[in-house]
């Protein structure tokens, strides 16, 4: 893909997911979702996004397996689409919160953003680490349980046996898709140290760093409160009882 495809390409993502974002809208919602309908649509965009580019980064590794043993310089054109369009939905995603929320209540997110943006953009542009960052985007497999746990909770289903099972699910693909993910990818740099240039080098450590800090952070704020709290109100009632 040439400059002039990624510029398109990113755009139409950017543009198609404000269209998703429009049309949540017009959807009907729960009841309780209208004491925040900004934060509704933008959660459900953001799980459209994650359901498929979560499919679109495993089914790289399917159409083209060679990318998995070089994942500098090999690449195919359905991989840097899907870079490109992830690219186009966090610059919309970063402009929808800094439009709709207060920085400080989403100047972690914010940050996040420009972290993946820039280095997305860097494997776009040079076509270089287009593999890394579709190992990067499967991470979006957990992100489909991450969304939908929002959307339940907002929906005033967090007692609920589906809520349960995707509390599982999200910690199960937690650990694998997000966790173990990261730790491959940090290891993956480390040791291509020799091949990587230094400001490249230099970005994809730091935002590594910041992420991998950032998702043990959420990590122990989900098991905390959909196990840890819970087994704690029922120990609590437990003692009640028997006194």
């Known amino acids: 893909m040439d400059l002039s495809s990624v510029i398109l390409t990113t755009g139409s993502s950017a543009c198609f997911f404000k269209l998703v974002n429009c049309g949540i809208n017009k959807l009907s919602k729960p009841e309780s979702a209208s004491r925040n309908v900004w934060k509704w649509r933008n959660i459900a965009t953001s799980f459209v996004h994650s359901l498929i580019t979560g499919i679109w980064a495993l089914l790289c590794f399917y159409v083209h397996p060679q990318m998995a043993e070089d994942l500098i310089s090999t690449y195919s054109v359905f991989s840097h689409a899907l870079v490109s369009v992830s690219i186009g939905y966090f610059i919309y995603d970063f402009l929808d919160m800094v439009l709709n929320q207060k920085i400080s209540q989403s100047w972690e997110l914010l940050f996040h953003h420009a972290v993946v943006i820039t280095c997305f953009g860097i494997a776009v542009f040079s076509c270089r680490y287009v593999g890394f960052a579709v190992v990067a985007l499967l991470v979006e497999i957990n992100s489909v349980f991450l969304h939908l746990r929002q959307v339940l909770r907002m929906a005033n289903l967090a007692k609920t046996t589906v809520y349960r099972l995707n509390s ?74 028997e006194t």
């Open 168 to 241: 599982m699910l999200n910690l199960g693909t937690y650990m694998v898709f997000r966790i173990t993910t990261l730790a491959w990818m940090t290891r993956w740099l480390v040791v291509n140290r020799d091949n990587v240039p230094l400001l490249s080098y230099t970005v994809g450590s730091v935002g590594l760093a910041i992420m991998t800090a950032m998702n043990i952070v959420l990590f122990y704020r989900l098991l905390h409160s959909d196990f840890l709290q819970g087994s704690n109100r029922g120990q609590e009632a437990k003692k009640e009882k």
